[in-house]
């Protein structure tokens, strides 16, 4: 009687990458160069004018839309979509200006709030003209309100599809 455990199958032979079209590199390279070209003018317009990226000023914005300008810090990075230890050094910096403060959350000890200061607001109000007429002369006056509309559909769809609601969700916030 033979007992050795029978051979594992031979591993199913790899498939090919569906490799893009011409046109789909096309449409590819081009989101690439006008999102990092996009985020560049953006970082560096704010760099100029208040002395901070793109990305603190969007966790001052939702600050400001928030209820009493505050919000749980594990809610705010979901917001933002970035991850905790990247949000809590940017909280860092922001306190450091005077713009954000921390507060530990009465009903979970571990739990801490950002909120948005008096000094934070005034800066927000201060730089977001100039923000906006960035944001608006490097995309929305380059598109009909077509082009608009279905931009935000897309992104829309994209931004869904990366967002799985499933637990063990491989999301920046969750890290």
Not at 151 to 156: C, F, H, K, T, W
């Amino acid at each position: 009687m033979n007992t050795a455990p029978a051979p594992a199958p031979a591993p199913a032979p790899a498939q090919e990458p569906r490799w893009l079209t011409d046109e789909e590199q096309r449409v590819w390279r081009s989101y690439v160069q006008a999102t990092t070209l996009l985020e560049d003018h953006l970082d560096r317009q704010l760099q100029r004018d208040a002395g901070m990226p793109h990305i603190y000023y969007g966790l001052l914005v939702k600050l400001a839309e928030s209820p009493q300008r505050r919000l749980r810090m594990t809610e705010l990075a979901m917001h933002a979509k970035i991850t905790r230890s990247r949000l809590s050094h940017a909280i860092a910096r922001l306190e450091k200006n005077g713009w954000v403060r921390r507060e530990d959350c009465p009903s979970d000890k571990r739990g801490q709030f950002a909120v948005l200061t008096d000094e934070g607001l005034t800066e927000l109000k201060r730089t977001a003209p100039g923000h906006v007429t960035a944001v608006r002369s490097a995309l929305f006056d380059r598109l009909t309100p077509q082009q608009q509309k279905s931009l935000g559909e897309i992104m829309q769809i994209v931004a869904e599809g990366l967002q799985p609601n499933e637990a063990g969700a491989d999301l920046p916030w969750l890290r």
